[in-house]
């Protein structure tokens, strides 16, 4: 039986390889999970009572682009954080926004672009759904160094106007996933100049939009805003999994242009999973409250805060603006995670395996990602032993 090729160039997902990099070999220690970018932190806690108000809801269909309340929820947040009004018909629920990362390429990326083979831009190292979504469309994905040298953020516009001129999509995740960069207002107006020049949409991957350390990142909807940009030219996603830790809700939201949404809902009325009423009920709350937020942030940022007591003065140590990940630069990532787990029995995600080999250098390979996710007390225990590990 004939597969299609379109994938086979591609490695395991990040945990599988993890998994079989370290098979077979103890811990040396207590086993600290430092790997997955899971949340830990409390639920909100009207996330019991509001499922079981609504319990009724699993006994029906649930309207694909989102209750009318819900979408309200999420109208009002976007115009409280950004200070953007967006229309409900400018927004639609995901069931989590892989969901929405994945399909926005399938309903917005072209066949072809000046009759050529439509190019699909991403950051290296990324999220991995990203170089799946091109593939599956059948688009070139372009891996763009996102390392130190770049502020941890890829710089498109180095791109040759000949690559550039057959951009579809570019994706950008701010702060990034895994370094934690934030893309300022400067970045987001760089960025919408150049897919106007080059008549490409950009996808703002957003998740990690309220971790942050000193100040809110701004968002490319607001900027889009003040630069009176198309909105077609936007498509962002926001999820409550990092913001609320709520992972296992799996609802965020897309907001784009009128065109493009009618794509996406067209896309979604016959392949979507809608989230089901009772979920959405929660989502609505949840999205209508900033306090858990703000309390959660509180304790990430303690945890910033005691990274920069553990590592301080080391070099090449830079704690992020954003998100919930460290980026640490070690030898060779496979090397300091297998030294790690042998050691002391705290486990961590090799750089490499967010990254692709491109122009003959895997951009993660000299890096280890941390997720700052569990409890204070766990935290810092993982960090310290990790610093006396790997570091001396």
């Given at each position: 039986?004939?597969?299609?090729?379109?994938?086979?160039?591609?490695?395991?997902?990040?945990?599988?390889?993890?998994?079989?990099?370290?098979?077979?070999?103890?811990?040396?220690?207590?086993?600290?999970?430092?790997?997955?970018?899971?949340?830990?932190?409390?639920?909100?806690?009207?996330?019991?009572?509001?499922?079981?108000?609504?319990?009724?809801?699993?006994?029906?269909?649930?309207?694909?682009?989102?209750?009318?309340?819900?979408?309200?929820?999420?109208?009002?947040?976007?115009?409280?954080?950004?200070?953007?009004?967006?229309?409900?018909?400018?927004?639609?629920?995901?069931?989590?926004?892989?969901?929405?990362?994945?399909?926005?390429?399938?309903?917005?990326?072209?066949?072809?672009?000046?009759?050529?083979?439509?190019?699909?831009?991403?950051?290296?190292?990324?999220?991995?759904?990203?170089?799946?979504?091109?593939?599956?469309?059948?688009?070139?994905?372009?891996?763009?160094?996102?390392?130190?040298?770049?502020?941890?953020?890829?710089?498109?516009?180095?791109?040759?106007?000949?690559?550039?001129?057959?951009?579809?999509?570019?994706?950008?995740?701010?702060p990034a996933n895994p370094q934690g960069a934030v893309a300022s207002r400067e970045y987001w107006r760089d960025l919408l100049t150049l897919a106007e020049r080059h008549d490409f949409q950009i996808f703002a991957d957003e998740c990690y939009s309220e971790i942050w350390r000193a100040a809110p990142p701004p968002g490319i909807l607001e900027v889009a805003a003040e630069m009176?940009?198309?909105?077609?030219?936007?498509?962002?996603?926001?999820?409550?999994?990092?913001?609320?830790?709520?992972?296992?809700?799996?609802?965020?939201?897309?907001?784009?242009?009128?065109?493009?949404?009618?794509?996406?809902?067209?896309?979604?009325?016959?392949?979507?999973?809608?989230?089901?009423?009772?979920?959405?009920?929660?989502?609505?709350?949840?999205?209508?409250?900033?306090?858990?937020?703000?309390?959660?942030?509180?304790?990430?940022?303690?945890?910033?805060?005691?990274?920069?007591?553990?590592?301080?003065?080391?070099?090449?140590?830079?704690?992020?603006?954003?998100?919930?990940?460290?980026?640490?630069p070690v030898d060779d990532g496979e090397a300091a995670t297998i030294k790690l787990w042998d050691e002391t029995g705290v486990k961590v995600l090799p750089g490499g395996y967010l990254s692709r080999d491109a122009g003959g250098t895997n951009p993660g390979k000299g890096y280890i990602r941390v997720a700052l996710v569990a409890p204070k007390d766990e935290t810092e225990r993982?960090?310290?032993?990790?610093?006396?590990?790997?570091?001396?």
């Amino acid at each position: 039986m004939a597969f299609p090729e379109r994938f086979s160039n591609l490695p395991d997902y990040a945990f599988p390889r993890l998994r079989k990099l370290l098979d077979g070999r103890a811990p040396g220690g207590e086993v600290i999970q430092m790997t997955i970018g899971e949340p830990r932190h409390a639920q909100p806690g009207f996330v019991g009572r509001i499922l079981q108000e609504n319990l009724a809801g699993f006994g029906v269909y649930p309207p694909n682009d989102g209750t009318p309340e819900l979408l309200a929820a999420i109208s009002a947040w976007v115009k409280r954080r950004y200070g953007v009004t967006l229309t409900e018909d400018r927004l639609m629920v995901l069931n989590g926004t892989r969901e929405g990362l994945f399909n926005a390429c399938i309903a917005l990326c072209p066949e072809q672009k000046r009759g050529q083979k439509p190019v699909v831009l991403m950051p290296n190292p990324f999220y991995q759904v990203y170089a799946v979504a091109a593939l599956t469309v059948g688009a070139e994905p372009v891996y763009v160094p996102a390392t130190a040298a770049s502020g941890h953020l890829p710089d498109y516009a180095s791109l040759s106007p000949d690559v550039l001129d057959r951009v579809t999509v570019a994706y950008i995740c701010s702060p990034a996933n895994p370094q934690g960069a934030v893309a300022s207002r400067e970045y987001w107006r760089d960025l919408l100049t150049l897919a106007e020049r080059h008549d490409f949409q950009i996808f703002a991957d957003e998740c990690y939009s309220e971790i942050w350390r000193a100040a809110p990142p701004p968002g490319i909807l607001e900027v889009a805003a003040e630069m009176g940009a198309d909105p077609e030219r936007v498509v962002a996603f926001h999820s409550l999994s990092k913001r609320s830790n709520l992972p296992g809700l799996r609802s965020g939201f897309v907001a784009a242009g009128p065109q493009s949404m009618l794509r996406l809902r067209q896309l979604r009325a016959f392949a979507g999973a809608p989230l089901p009423l009772p979920l959405q009920k929660v989502a609505e709350a949840a999205w209508a409250d900033e306090d858990h937020v703000t309390q959660s942030r509180a304790l990430y940022q303690e945890k910033f805060a005691l990274a920069d007591q553990i590592f301080g003065g080391m070099q090449g140590w830079q704690n992020p603006e954003g998100g919930f990940f460290l980026w640490l630069p070690v030898d060779d990532g496979e090397a300091a995670t297998i030294k790690l787990w042998d050691e002391t029995g705290v486990k961590v995600l090799p750089g490499g395996y967010l990254s692709r080999d491109a122009g003959g250098t895997n951009p993660g390979k000299g890096y280890i990602r941390v997720a700052l996710v569990a409890p204070k007390d766990e935290t810092e225990r993982g960090l310290t032993r990790l610093r006396k590990c790997l570091y001396g």
